[in-house]
């Protein structure tokens, strides 16, 4: 299983959030939508869920360190 990651300082943010999260491709997908709901404001929907897929990478290793 390949892992992904989204890292919030590559998204236009009012908050200058930045947080990054990786994981397989489903875990990331929702714990990213909870994060943009909670954090950020956005409703659920098929377009943030687009969007968030679009913006994930693969992770390669000691990405995030």
Do not use: N
């Not at 990786?22 to 956005?42: I, K, Y």
């Amino acid at each position: 299983m390949s892992r992904m990651y989204i890292d919030c300082r590559e998204m236009p943010s009012e908050s200058g959030c930045d947080l990054a999260m990786s994981g397989s491709e489903e875990h990331l997908l929702a714990a990213a939508v909870v994060h943009a709901m909670t954090a950020h404001g956005h409703e659920d929907s098929p377009e943030l869920r687009e969007g968030i897929r679009a913006a994930m990478k693969p992770e390669v290793p000691s990405a995030l360190a």
